[in-house]
């Protein structure tokens, strides 16, 4: 892809170039196991997709242990992270800096509690990616964090509980996280579940739990009728599902659902001819299984999950080809393993359709990714002290908000636009606003800013020094550039970058053997020279494609 081709597909101009950069899954290649060549292009696909940010020794590592050796690491089971903590507020009696609030109410009386909260939250949001590795489990909570979205609440605890139940739940069993989230008390509180009661009944929760959740709409039929469901569906389901509140009303200090059998309606529901006019009897507490039940008996529910899975992790182009392709094995695998995510998001990944040349670089960069494609493949350096890592974090949490993707701030319920906005779907995330954002946040970290005595700044001479091959010019930027992007550069680039930054042969190569070899005093002129290249390739319209 060359850079033309690259700004056609990150701005929206050029239509021609992008309609073929756009239509390009409708390849002939298959949901069968990739048994193609395996080398660092194929590794680096496989990470960029599964993980944060990885470093050139995680793609060599996956390039020598092999497809089936990386894809088994990425989805090994990992213990949850250490609970967040605060990292600058004394006002909490019960709670000291350095020490975890998630188990303590909260107290509006006590000034600024909620605030250091929320930010103790980002900061710790920003750790666990920043930690994450070479696994998938925190790409996938991001992935339900944009499925099952919550926001609105100035309770940290309901978030972080929220996000922990997802955690636990990322490779787990699709229909039982779909229990889970419907009386968790995030969701409960943020769809008006806690109230929907027989008295009034909230439709909120239940038509998104059809429509954005488990089926989708499918396409009109009539009125008030979908392909999937009914209106009338939605309102005997919400019937249905009366009664949760998002706390226990015997205990309002903790974060937990309750459910009181005053508020549950118990007459009959009788749903449509969408789910064989089935009738669903009181079941009390329990209630909400039986729908989830009657839902899940509809195998439409497994395309869609597969729809979005393969948006998140692949192309947003679902064509014909790759609808019977990819998406319908996809789906039949999941009903064969009774909707366990993880096998079918293994096959996935391990298809020959993912790693299609068509695949790699088809993707914008979202702003998380983009942030930790600097700050872990470059290895950022952070205050080891615990709490300015979390100030730090926080600051990292917070300078990307302009970027339009904050977590637990979703602009709606259907999530970030880049996944379903159609025509557009990624290239949401780059315009006028957001390219020069982007631009100025790589200065800042290649120029280096201080955050309370600590200098936050992408160590180039490491990170050059972890190559195989620095001293030679043309390796050197081949090496970041394949570290970094996911097609390779032309000549011509390489030829631009090198004589722009003064990365030319025999000077460079002398200059770089003489400082790699004791000579610290052209430590200077190196790392000018470097941090130029890398300033300048992190605003690369390659950078931004994944």
């Not at 009390?284 to 497994?302: C, G, H, L, P, R």
């Not at 079918?344 to 670089?361: K, Q, V, W």
Request: proline fraction near 4%.
């Amino acid at each position: 892809m060359n850079r033309r081709a690259s700004l056609a597909l990150l701005m929206g101009k050029e239509k021609k170039t992008i309609s073929k950069l756009t239509t390009a899954t409708t390849v002939t290649n298959t949901f069968a196991l990739y048994t193609g060549a395996w080398g660092v292009e194929q590794a680096a696909h496989l990470l960029r997709r599964t993980t944060f940010g990885p470093t050139y020794a995680q793609m060599k590592q996956a390039t020598s242990d092999g497809l089936d050796a990386t894809i088994s690491l990425l989805f090994e089971s990992q213990p949850l992270p250490a609970e967040p903590i605060y990292y600058n507020f004394e006002n909490d009696p019960n709670i000291a800096n350095g020490e975890s609030w998630v188990d303590e109410p909260t107290n509006n009386a006590i000034s600024g509690l909620n605030g250091a909260r929320k930010r103790s939250l980002q900061g710790w949001s920003f750790k666990t990616i920043r930690e994450s590795g070479m696994n998938i489990r925190e790409k996938m909570l991001l992935f339900w964090h944009n499925h099952f979205v919550v926001a609105d609440t100035n309770d940290s605890r309901f978030q972080h509980r929220y996000m922990t139940l997802l955690r636990e739940n990322a490779l787990g069993n699709f229909k039982e996280l779909v229990e889970l989230i419907t009386i968790d008390p995030s969701m409960l509180q943020y769809l008006n579940g806690t109230q929907n009661s027989k008295n009034a009944p909230n439709e909120n929760f239940s038509r998104e739990l059809l429509e954005l959740f488990t089926i989708g709409k499918g396409d009109a039929a009539g009125p008030g009728d979908y392909t999937n469901y009914t209106e009338d569906d939605v309102v005997q389901i919400a019937r249905a599902l009366t009664g949760w509140r998002h706390f226990d009303i015997d205990d309002l200090t903790q974060v937990k659902a309750g459910y009181n059998a005053n508020r549950h309606d118990t007459e009959d529901k009788q749903l449509s001819h969408r789910f064989n006019d089935v009738i669903i009897t009181n079941g009390e507490e329990n209630e909400y299984k039986t729908v989830i039940d009657i839902i899940f008996q509809k195998d439409e529910v497994a395309r869609f999950i597969s729809r979005k899975l393969y948006r998140w992790f692949v192309h947003f182009d679902i064509t014909s080809d790759v609808e019977a392709n990819i998406i319908e094995p996809m789906a039949q695998m999941l009903i064969a393993d009774n909707y366990n995510v993880q096998p079918t998001l293994m096959a996935l990944l391990s298809s020959e359709h993912f790693y299609d040349m068509s695949i790699r670089g088809c993707m914008i960069t979202h702003p998380i990714d983009y942030l930790f494609k600097m700050v872990n493949t470059f290895e950022l350096e952070l205050n080891p002290d615990i709490l300015e890592e979390y100030n730090i974090l926080r600051r990292l949490f917070t300078a990307i908000v302009p970027l339009e993707m904050v977590l637990y701030a979703h602009p709606n319920v259907a999530g970030w636009k880049a996944y379903y906005q159609a025509p557009q779907f990624y290239k949401i995330w780059i315009n006028a606003v957001t390219l020069p954002v982007r631009m100025n946040y790589s200065d800042a970290l290649s120029e280096g800013y201080n955050v309370s005595g600590f200098q936050v700044k992408l160590n180039v001479l490491n990170f050059v020094a972890s190559l195989d091959n620095p001293a030679d010019p043309d390796d050197l930027i081949t090496e970041i550039a394949s570290i970094l992007f996911a097609q390779p550069l032309v000549q011509e680039q390489v030829d631009s970058l090198k004589d722009s930054h003064g990365i030319t042969n025999p000077e460079w190569q002398d200059e770089y053997l003489d400082y790699s070899t004791g000579n610290t005093s052209i430590e200077p002129a190196i790392e000018s020279k470097l941090k130029g290249l890398v300033k300048t390739m992190l605003k690369m319209p390659e950078v931004y494609l994944m």
